[in-house]
Nanobody, 130 residues
């Protein structure tokens, strides 16, 4: 059974940091690209970043990240991380990780965050208070 499980969500003060983890099971991480998304109350879901664990290619939605988030992976642990620093109240949202096949990632000429991600985690809450 394919599963993605997020962890690491918390409530932090403005300026704080968090590291989210996404642990995959039921498939080989190198065959997929893992993306991080978020959805705030009353807003549409937005893509943040993705990583191809097979070759290390990374993509960021700079309008959101602004140099504050870093995506990384640990293939032996089948886990992808999203390190977030300098968090702001606007970062408050439910954060999701998702997986899309690597061949779709290689073929796209658009943002890889717009690909049809096939598997999704259940989401985890991040709250940033001032």
């Amino acid at each position: 059974e394919v599963q993605l499980v997020e962890s690491g969500g918390d409530s932090v003060q403005t300026g704080g940091s968090l590291r989210l983890s996404c642990t995959a099971s039921g498939f080989t991480l190198n065959d997929y690209v893992i993306g991080w998304f978020r959805q705030a109350p009353g807003k549409e879901r937005e893509g943040i970043s993705c990583i191809s664990t097979s070759d290390g290619a990374r993509y960021y939605a700079e309008s959101i990240v602004k140099g504050r988030f870093t995506i990384s992976s640990d293939s032996p642990k089948n886990t992808v991380y999203l390190q977030m620093v300098d968090l702001k109240p606007d970062d408050t949202a439910v954060y999701y990780c998702a997986a899309v096949r690597h061949d779709l990632f290689r073929a796209t000429v658009n943002s890889p965050l717009l690909l049809p991600y096939e598997y999704w985690g259940q989401g985890i809450q991040v709250t940033v208070f001032s």
